[in-house]
């Protein structure tokens, strides 16, 4: 069946703010919103969004779907009535089209020293149980698809806020039994920007299309800041 | 045109690409490593492999048996020295990725644990559950961070490698976000550009995988070495191709045809080991090359289901259980809802082969050098030899760590004492290359490149497929070149220049008509059946040791054809033999008893 597919375009060389246009697209039980788009782009070579995997593992293609952050290649048109819009990731900046700019989410993931501190040299695997695996393994499922951000109001408001996955990410180090770094990504989650600019709305977990929960891990983050602020009271 | 310089630049931010960068930051940190991706590194298709990577981890395990196992899988078409080279310097590389925090799973007492694979006679196959690319290419990524000597260069495509007198001077690329032509020289260059499965229809991989690295070596004349070996993956989901990991099969699931039937048994892997107690190199746990073959079968005796108009066969792993499911193969348990509507646990899942890996690529020595001095290549781009006519599944993430730090270690140690050739011997390359884009641009065309991409996939799916004969490829050749005619007249009707992905199409479209040409005419030039290449010709159906135990080597002719050469094979201490698995094989170590019938 023939369904009516909204896009927000946007050309920076021509526009001077994004306009929906509606496109027809068939559609069947298996036809997911990023098939949609790539049957648009047949009609409609000019119009730009990124995908890759289709198989929601790479990250490539969030974008808003009636309003609400999506993977295009895990929505289904069959869940949405004879129409729907579809648009570039709320709070980041509109490059053209469903194309944003991802270089403030790259940014604050590299802020949070998002890789394993322990400079031990060792020829051997550090031992780790599953029970130990367990505590962050959730947290190192983010595919930093940015759906979290456009859910976020915080990052909405203020660009400047770690965010979600950057925080989870933190907070997926700090977890980990071979990580002796805590010390050094707690600055940045202590700072203004950090854990403390979420006001616990949750949405970042219910968008999450892997289940990673951030909101869990900020929640965490705000723990374990806490416990950063009592420990530096009684320092002299 | 922009002008940057670099000592080293690497091409593709996926795992052979950020491991390479990686080690040639730690070799030198003086150098500057450029990381030129066409999508942001964590995008890169390393991320969608599921199962593991493979290196000799038990005690009963051992160097020889995986040099054992990678040779036999390969039909003996693989290098013998490269293949000892990586199966003792694997388990090396895993550890170096488990000491910068990849989350492998673990058994109780905390060591890394290990699953079976395909055509591994013992459990050497490292995982992070069913999602183990994803987390080696987001460990590598995040690793990467923390070296300032490594600067990225997102979604940059490169549309032409700068060579002066056969030695790299640099490449050229267009910034996507704003369309501009950068000219970046270095001293030198390292092609991790991953495989070409998109040049077919029905795939696991992701739409970048457009063979891009192939082409741009095999223009500047560079071989591409046994092109003719496509891997096609015998558990796709039917239509979208999206892979389901042989991990599935490891963990004990079995394949039934439409009868519920285990035909596997029917094709030299049997006889039938019990229902979730898999046994190494029996039945499911045959190669891939074998088990797609055997589904083609299948379905030439009309013993293949229907899903949707596909014809399918189906993975049942309702024996192994919802918790087990759910802890060793969640993403699949993931995958199957959402692209089938099906609960594993509940219901089999239908699938069918799909093509997945392209065991030939850009010709290498055992240093990843090419024979352009100063280009190096690594990962599915490259063939350095591991894996000859067939890929075991799990040796090509070991593969892209290992020879990723081969790689960039040998370009670290060349940048360190090359020079970089003068502007001037690359401003005619660049400036051709300039006009040419600037001169595909017009207001209208009544091709597109969807249309010759569609036709693309489709022949070399009819022409290449898992078997193949005379007249198919024939045909399919034909196809090829009236495609690259029209494709001459091909022009870009969107004029934008800010993420015009109307001209990366264009272009990724151009590579990809040149890499189908090199698997097509390889495939031709190869009268025999051996591995993943599989003729129905009279006299051809059988490996021919005696004409072709030889690489073919697809180099490109003045004319732009392709010439079809040969090069030996390197065998060091294994012998040609026969490939046996199943009870056949059973006098290689560690397959044991036959296994009882159910």
Same mark, same amino acid.
């Given at each position: 069946?023939?369904?009516?597919?909204?896009?927000?375009?946007?050309?920076?060389?021509?526009?001077s703010?994004?306009?929906?246009?509606?496109?027809?697209? /068939?559609?069947?039980?298996?036809?997911?919103?990023?098939?949609?788009?790539?049957?648009?782009?047949?009609?409609?070579?000019?119009?730009g969004?990124?995908?890759?995997?289709?198989?929601?593992?790479?990250?490539?293609?969030?974008?808003?779907?009636n309003?609400?952050?999506?993977? !295009?290649?895990?929505?289904?048109?069959? /869940?949405?009535?004879?129409?729907?819009?579809?648009?570039?990731?709320?709070?980041?900046?509109?490059?053209?089209?469903l194309?944003?700019?991802?270089?403030?989410?790259l940014?604050?993931?590299?802020?949070?020293?998002?890789?394993?501190?322990?400079?031990?040299?060792?020829?051997?695997?550090?031992?780790?149980?599953?029970?130990?695996?367990?505590?962050?393994?959730?947290?190192?499922?983010?595919?930093?698809?940015?759906?979290?951000?456009?859910?976020?109001?915080?990052?909405?408001?203020?660009?400047?806020?770690? !965010?979600?996955?950057?925080?989870?990410?933190?907070?997926?180090?700090?977890?980990?039994?071979?990580?002796?770094?805590?010390?050094?990504?707690?600055?940045?989650?202590?700072?203004?920007?950090?854990?403390?600019?979420?006001?616990?709305?949750?949405?970042?977990?219910?968008?999450?299309?892997?289940?990673?929960?951030?909101?869990?891990?900020?929640?965490?983050?705000?723990?374990?800041?806490? !416990?950063?602020?009592?420990?530096?009271?009684?320092?002299? | 045109?922009?002008? +940057?310089?670099?000592?080293?630049?690497?091409?593709?931010?996926?795992?052979?690409?950020?491991?390479?960068a990686?080690?040639?930051?730690?070799?030198?940190?003086?150098?500057?490593?450029?990381?030129?991706?066409?999508?942001?590194?964590?995008?890169?298709?390393?991320?969608?492999?599921?199962?593991?990577?493979?290196?000799v981890?038990?005690?009963?395990?051992?160097?020889?048996?995986?040099?054992?196992?990678?040779?036999s899988?390969?039909?003996?078409?693989? @290098?013998?020295?490269?293949?000892?080279?990586?199966?003792?310097?694997?388990?090396?590389?895993?550890?170096? +990725?488990e000491?910068?925090?990849?989350?492998?799973?673990?058994?109780?007492?905390?060591?890394?644990?290990?699953?079976?694979?395909?055509?591994?006679?013992?459990?050497?196959?490292?995982?992070?559950?069913?999602?183990?690319?994803?987390?080696?290419?987001?460990?590598?990524?995040?690793t990467?961070?923390?070296? &300032?000597?490594?600067?990225?260069?997102?979604?940059?495509?490169?549309?032409?490698?700068?060579?002066?007198?056969?030695?790299?001077?640099?490449?050229?690329?267009?910034d996507?976000?704003?369309?501009? +032509?950068?000219?970046?020289?270095?001293?030198?260059?390292?092609?991790?550009?991953?495989?070409? $499965?998109?040049?077919?229809?029905?795939?696991?991989?992701g739409?970048?995988?457009?063979?891009?690295?192939?082409?741009?070596?095999?223009?500047?004349?560079v071989?591409?070495?046994?092109?003719?070996?496509?891997?096609?993956?015998?558990t796709?989901?039917?239509?979208?191709?999206?892979?389901?990991t042989?991990?599935?099969?490891g963990?004990?699931?079995?394949?039934?045809?439409k009868?519920?039937?285990?035909?596997?048994?029917?094709?030299?892997?049997? &006889?039938?080991?019990? =229902?979730?107690?898999?046994?190494?190199?029996?039945?499911?746990?045959?190669?891939?090359?074998?088990?797609?073959?055997?589904?083609?079968?299948?379905?030439?005796?009309?013993?293949?289901?229907?899903?949707?108009?596909?014809?399918?066969?189906?993975?049942?792993?309702?024996?192994?259980?919802?918790?087990?499911?759910?802890?060793?193969?969640?993403?699949?348990?993931?995958?199957?809802? =959402?692209?089938?509507?099906?609960?594993?646990?509940?219901?089999?899942?239908?699938?069918?082969?799909?093509?997945?890996?392209?065991? $030939?690529?850009?010709?290498?020595?055992?240093?990843?050098?090419?024979?352009?001095?100063?280009?190096?290549?690594?990962?599915?781009?490259?063939?350095?030899?591991?894996?000859?006519?067939?890929?075991?599944?799990?040796?090509?993430?070991?593969?892209?760590?290992?020879? $990723?730090?081969?790689?960039?270690?040998?370009?670290?140690?060349?940048?360190?004492?090359?020079?970089?050739?003068?502007?001037?011997?690359?401003?005619?390359?660049?400036?051709?290359?300039?006009?040419?884009?600037?001169?595909?641009?017009?207001?209208?065309?009544?091709?597109?490149?969807?249309?010759?991409?569609? @036709?693309?996939?489709?022949?070399m799916?009819q *022409?290449? $497929?898992?078997?193949?004969d005379n007249?198919?490829?024939?045909?399919?050749?034909?196809?090829?070149?009236?495609?690259?005619?029209?494709?001459?007249?091909?022009?870009?009707?969107?004029?934008?220049?800010?993420?015009?992905?109307?001209?990366?199409?264009?272009?990724?479209?151009?590579?990809?008509?040149?890499?189908?040409?090199?698997?097509?005419?390889?495939?031709?030039?190869?009268? @025999?059946s051996?591995?993943?290449?599989?003729?129905?010709?009279?006299?051809?159906?059988?490996r021919?040791?005696?004409?072709?135990?030889t690489?073919?080597?697809?180099?490109?002719?003045?004319?732009?054809?392709?010439?079809?050469?040969?090069?030996?094979?390197?065998?060091?201490?294994? &012998?040609?033999?026969?490939?046996?698995? *199943?009870?056949?094989?059973?006098?290689?170590?560690?397959?044991?008893?036959?296994?009882?019938?159910?």
């Open positions: 069946m023939s369904k009516t597919i909204n896009i927000a375009r946007y050309n920076p060389e021509q526009d703010q994004p306009q929906l246009q509606a496109f027809q697209v /068939d559609s069947d039980h298996s036809t997911s919103v990023l098939d949609a788009l790539l049957q648009v782009q047949q009609q409609d070579p000019s119009l969004f990124r995908w890759s995997c289709r198989m929601a593992i790479c990250g490539s293609c969030g974008v808003m779907v309003g609400i952050p999506k993977l !295009g290649c895990k929505t289904f048109l069959r /869940d949405y009535p004879d129409e729907v819009t579809v648009s570039a990731l709320a709070h980041f900046v509109v490059e053209k089209d194309i944003v700019d991802m270089q403030p989410f940014a604050h993931l590299s802020a949070v020293k998002p890789y394993l501190i322990n400079d031990q040299q060792n020829a051997e695997p550090h031992r780790q149980t599953p029970a130990q695996l367990a505590k962050y393994q959730q947290f190192a499922n983010c595919i930093n698809c940015g759906l979290c951000y456009s859910a976020c109001p915080q990052f909405g408001l203020n660009p400047e806020f770690l !965010g979600p996955a950057a925080i989870t990410l933190a907070q997926r180090y700090n977890l980990d039994s071979r990580d002796q770094g805590k010390a050094a990504r707690m600055p940045e989650l202590n700072s203004k920007n950090g854990v403390w600019g979420c006001t616990f709305v949750g949405f970042c977990s219910e968008v999450c299309p892997k289940k990673v929960d951030p909101a869990a891990a900020i929640n965490q983050g705000k723990v374990a800041s806490a !416990g950063d602020f009592i420990i530096s009271m009684f320092k002299p | 045109m922009q002008q +940057l310089q670099q000592d080293i630049i690497v091409v593709g931010g996926g795992g052979a690409g950020l491991r390479a990686i080690a040639a930051a730690e070799a030198s940190p003086g150098l500057q490593v450029a990381l030129l991706s066409k999508v942001y590194p964590m995008r890169s298709h390393t991320v969608a492999a599921e199962g593991g990577a493979a290196a981890t038990l005690d009963e395990d051992s160097l020889a048996a995986h040099f054992q196992d990678t040779v899988g390969s039909d003996w078409l693989a @290098e013998q020295d490269v293949v000892e080279y990586f199966v003792a310097h694997a388990y090396q590389e895993l550890v170096q +990725l000491r910068w925090g990849c989350p492998w799973s673990r058994k109780t007492d905390g060591k890394v644990q290990v699953r079976r694979f395909g055509g591994m006679k013992t459990e050497r196959t490292w995982f992070a559950a069913d999602k183990t690319g994803f987390h080696i290419l987001h460990t590598l990524f995040q990467s961070l923390r070296y &300032p000597a490594i600067k990225r260069f997102d979604e940059y495509f490169v549309v032409d490698l700068l060579v002066v007198e056969q030695q790299i001077a640099g490449v050229l690329a267009i996507f976000s704003s369309g501009k +032509l950068v000219q970046i020289m270095a001293k030198a260059v390292i092609l991790a550009t991953g495989g070409a $499965g998109r040049v077919f229809h029905y795939n696991t991989n739409g970048i995988v457009t063979g891009d690295g192939m082409a741009l070596a095999y223009r500047h004349g071989a591409l070495r046994d092109m003719e070996f496509v891997q096609y993956h015998p796709g989901l039917p239509g979208s191709g999206i892979l389901i042989e991990a599935c099969r963990e004990g699931g079995i394949l039934l045809n009868d519920g039937y285990r035909y596997l048994q029917d094709y030299g892997l049997g &006889p039938v080991t019990p =229902a979730g107690q898999p046994q190494n190199k029996y039945m499911e746990l045959g190669p891939r090359d074998k088990l797609s073959q055997a589904f083609w079968q299948q379905q030439q005796l009309g013993l293949t289901a229907d899903y949707q108009g596909h014809a399918v066969v189906y993975l049942d792993l309702r024996h192994l259980g919802k918790a087990h499911l759910a802890s060793r193969l969640p993403f699949i348990c993931e995958l199957a809802k =959402a692209y089938v509507n099906i609960d594993p646990a509940t219901a089999p899942i239908p699938i069918r082969p799909a093509v997945h890996y392209t065991m $030939g690529g850009i010709l290498t020595d055992i240093n990843c050098q090419t024979s352009i001095a100063g280009l190096f290549a690594v990962g599915e781009c490259a063939s350095v030899g591991l894996h000859g006519a067939n890929r075991l599944g799990s040796n090509s993430l070991s593969e892209l760590l290992v020879f $990723g730090k081969v790689a960039g270690e040998q370009a670290a140690a060349l940048a360190l004492q090359a020079n970089l050739p003068p502007l001037s011997a690359v401003a005619v390359q660049s400036e051709q290359q300039q006009n040419y884009i600037g001169n595909l641009f017009a207001d209208s065309c009544d091709d597109t490149v969807h249309a010759i991409r569609t @036709e693309l996939t489709l022949a799916e *022409g290449c $497929g898992i078997y193949r007249a198919g490829m024939q045909s399919c050749l034909d196809t090829l070149q009236a495609l690259k005619t029209r494709y001459q007249q091909l022009k870009v009707t969107d004029n934008s220049k800010v993420y015009n992905s109307t001209l990366l199409q264009h272009l990724e479209l151009g590579f990809g008509l040149d890499v189908a040409e090199t698997i097509c005419r390889s495939a031709l030039a190869r009268t @025999e051996r591995g993943a290449h599989q003729r129905l010709d009279e006299g051809m159906t059988k021919n040791d005696n004409d072709f135990l690489h073919s080597l697809a180099i490109r002719q003045p004319d732009g054809n392709t010439m079809i050469s040969w090069q030996p094979v390197k065998i060091t201490s294994l &012998p040609p033999a026969e490939r046996h698995y *199943g009870a056949k094989g059973s006098g290689l170590a560690g397959s044991g008893s036959a296994g009882s019938n159910v």
